[in-house]
C-alpha cells in the first residue's frame, strides 16, 4: 500500500485522539478500573471480552453506569461511580509513573515532523485532562501543553465520542475550520465524531479495535509509521 499524504497545502492542524492511537493504554485502564472494583469491594471484574463490549460505549463513568444497568442493579450509585472514577484515575496514573506504556509505532515522529513544519497539534479525546497529563508526561517527559497547542476532552462537552462535540471543541479553540485539520483515531466511534465535525480521519485500529468497521475512513493503516506529511505548503 502506498504510504499516504496529508497534502494539498491546506493542513494546519492534527487532532489526535488519546487511548489507542497515541498508545496502547486500554489495558491499562482495564486493570485501573478493576484496582478500583477490588479496593471497593464491589464484587465487579472485567475481563478482556467485557472490556472490549464495553468500550462501545465512551467515557469511563459512562462505562460503569452502562454495566451496573446490564446488572440490572441500581448501585453503585452515580456519585458512588464518580468517587470509583476517581480511585481508577489515581491507580491509571501510578501505572503510566512505573512506564506501562509506550507511543504507538511513528506517534512520535509524526509529532515532531509536524511540529517542524508549524502545524498546530491538539488532542481531542473522551478520557480526563489528568489522564492526558499523566500520559504525555510517561511518554515525553513534559507538560502535555509543552506538547499539544490544544486539548479538548469529554468531560468539557455535552455529548461524548460518537458525537462531534468535543472535535468542534477542539477546532474552536485551533480557530480552525475542520477542512484545514486532520483526525487521528483508533476506533469507529472516534471515527464518526471526527467524520460529524467535517474532518477527514485516518484510522490506526488498536488491540481493542481492530475488529471495528472502518468503512469511509480517508486513510486505514496499521499504525501511523507509513504517514508522512509531504506537501502542506
Not at 502506498?2 to 493504554?25: H, M, Q, W
Not at 474532518?199 to 485500529?205: D, F, N
Amino acid at each position: 500500500m502506498a504510504k499516504p499524504t496529508l497534502g494539498g497545502g491546506r493542513v494546519k492542524a492534527l487532532i489526535f485522539d488519546v487511548d489507542g492511537t497515541l498508545c496502547e493504554t486500554e489495558e491499562t485502564h482495564r486493570h485501573a478500573f478493576n484496582r478500583a472494583f477490588a479496593k471497593a469491594g464491589l464484587g465487579w471484574h472485567w475481563s478482556v471480552a467485557d472490556y472490549r463490549h464495553l468500550l462501545r460505549v465512551t467515557g469511563g463513568k459512562e462505562r460503569m453506569r452502562a454495566h451496573r444497568e446490564s446488572l440490572g442493579l441500581g448501585l453503585p450509585d452515580d456519585a458512588e461511580i464518580a468517587r470509583l472514577h476517581a480511585m481508577k484515575t489515581g491507580f491509571y496514573v501510578e501505572a503510566l509513573q512505573m512506564g506501562s506504556v509506550a507511543p504507538r509505532p511513528g506517534v512520535k515522529e509524526l509529532i515532531a515532523a509536524a511540529k517542524a513544519q508549524g502545524l498546530a497539534l491538539a488532542i481531542a479525546t473522551t478520557t480526563t485532562p489528568a489522564n492526558v497529563m499523566a500520559l504525555v508526561q510517561a511518554i515525553w517527559g513534559c507538560p502535555a501543553l509543552d506538547v499539544f497547542d490544544v486539548i479538548a476532552a469529554g468531560d468539557e462537552v455535552a455529548a461524548k465520542k460518537p458525537a462531534p462535540d468535543v472535535y468542534n471543541l477542539a477546532l474552536h479553540r485551533l480557530g480552525l475550520p475542520p477542512e484545514q485539520a486532520v483526525a487521528l483515531e483508533d476506533s469507529r466511534n472516534g471515527m464518526i465524531s471526527a467524520q460529524a465535525a467535517g474532518l477527514r480521519v485516518v484510522v490506526t485500529p488498536g488491540l481493542y479495535t481492530d475488529q471495528d468497521d472502518f468503512t469511509g475512513a480517508t486513510w486505514l493503516m496499521p499504525d501511523l509509521s507509513g504517514l508522512t506529511l509531504a506537501a502542506l505548503g
